[in-house]
């Protein structure tokens, strides 16, 4: 009857000072987080086949293309593991490597604009809708993101429940910068009525 006892007031001591609130923000990071994962994955596997199609009419292209390559490449090799999000180093470095991807398809996009074979292969505007689809995924990924760490980070720095973050060994967690936001949070925007494709370019920082 004791132990009893004593297992319900530590179990209102904990969920009095935050522990369940913590348990339930880091899960909800965890998951929007996979979903970032996910659509960055998707948007990956779009690129060979966009780069071969861009190539069988600009083969000429060659700078920009091996831009594209690369730079899926450096997404590549770096490990996007569940832990990548407890590691701010690491973390800045994935999202670095995954904005100079979207900078590298920006160009590819406005490149083809000199192509109008190219813009007409119905293959081709496939694959761009498809881009563009996976683009606005990501940003509705990305922010969920934001928001859940937003709320977690808030609760491991208030009193009392950082105390109770500092005893079970919870950390803030990075979360994706304001200039990378600039950078990478407007995919190019294409308009199929007319032969243009418009990037969205963000103002440079003051």
Do not use: H
Not at 11 to 34: F, H, P, R, V
């Amino acid at each position: 009857m004791m132990r009893t006892l004593w297992i319900v007031l530590l179990a209102a001591l904990l969920s009095g000072c935050g522990y369940n609130t913590l348990q339930t923000t880091d899960e909800q990071i965890k998951a929007s987080w996979a979903e970032v994962l996910n659509q960055y994955q998707r948007r990956s596997d779009l690129i060979p086949n966009l780069v071969n199609t861009v190539k069988g009419y600009a083969a000429q292209e060659q700078a920009v293309l091996l831009g594209v390559t690369e730079a899926r490449a450096k997404v590549g090799s770096i490990q996007a593991t569940p832990e990548l999000i407890n590691d701010a180093q690491a973390f800045a470095k994935f999202q670095a490597a995954q904005g100079e991807l979207t900078s590298a398809l920006s160009r590819l996009l406005v490149v083809s604009e000199n192509y109008p074979q190219l813009k007409s292969d119905q293959n081709f505007r496939d694959l761009q809708a498809q881009l563009e689809g996976t683009e606005n995924r990501i940003t509705v990924a990305r922010n969920r993101y934001i928001q859940a760490v937003k709320e977690y980070n808030v609760t491991v720095r208030e009193f009392p429940t950082n105390l109770t973050a500092m005893l079970f060994g919870y950390k803030v967690k990075p979360s994706f910068t304001v200039e990378n936001e600039k950078e990478i949070s407007r995919p190019p925007t294409v308009d199929f009525a007319t032969p243009r494709i418009i990037p969205n370019v963000a103002a440079p920082a003051k």
